[in-house]
């Protein structure tokens, strides 16, 4: 009696746990289903390193961060040795690496090409150029979206009160900042770990 207890209980307990990795599985799967490519690359992609800074005031007293901004529009934005400011989608473009500088409390950045050596800047227009000379125009602040994407507007120049912001078209084109808003996905970026970073700066 007592062996055949054993046995049938241990039947139902591991029957109860595949009933459960089945459910845990499928609640996975419909929470995943909900995102987009974009959300499912950033989810996958993003570190443990980059899922704690979120939380935290890192960004305060000078830090310092190598990393590729992919938009939403499925570019990697680039900085190359002419200022030009452009997407690629090859993500080994030595000119996609950037660094990306804290310059002063509340998430105040500055965003340096690394083969380039040019900071990304913004006219009082909303032109994006690349500026060999850190000045003003090179300060964006950094801002959490609830997608987990970031954006980052100028904190020198707005139009008619209202934020502009870096971006890149559907094009990888980069968009004059009075065009730009919050909402729009070209204005929405992933900051990106790079990998092999002194072999493709080189």
Not at 153 to 170: D, P, V, Y
């Amino acid at each position: 009696m007592r062996k055949w207890m054993l046995t049938w209980n241990l039947t139902y307990l591991f029957s109860g746990l595949y009933l459960h990795a089945v459910f845990l599985l499928g609640s996975v799967c419909v929470v995943y289903s909900d995102c987009t490519p974009a959300q499912l690359a950033a989810i996958m992609n993003c570190s443990r390193h980059e899922r704690h800074t979120r939380n935290y005031d890192y960004m305060e007293g000078g830090d310092v961060r190598i990393r590729q901004l992919f938009s939403r529009t499925q570019w990697f934005l680039t900085i190359d040795e002419k200022g030009n400011i452009n997407g690629t989608q090859d993500p080994t473009n030595c000119y996609s690496i950037l660094e990306i500088r804290t310059v002063s409390e509340g998430g105040i950045l500055a965003i340096k090409g690394i083969k380039s050596q040019h900071y990304i800047s913004m006219n009082k227009g909303g032109q994006l150029q690349g500026k060999r000379t850190y000045n003003e125009n090179c300060n964006f602040k950094e801002v959490f979206l609830e997608n987990y994407f970031n954006a980052y507007s100028s904190t020198k120049w707005t139009k008619n009160g209202r934020e502009m912001f870096i971006a890149l078209s559907q094009k990888g084109r980069p968009m004059r900042g009075r065009k730009t808003r919050r909402e729009h996905v070209a204005s929405h970026f992933i900051p990106m770990k790079c990998r092999d970073e002194e072999r493709r700066t080189d």
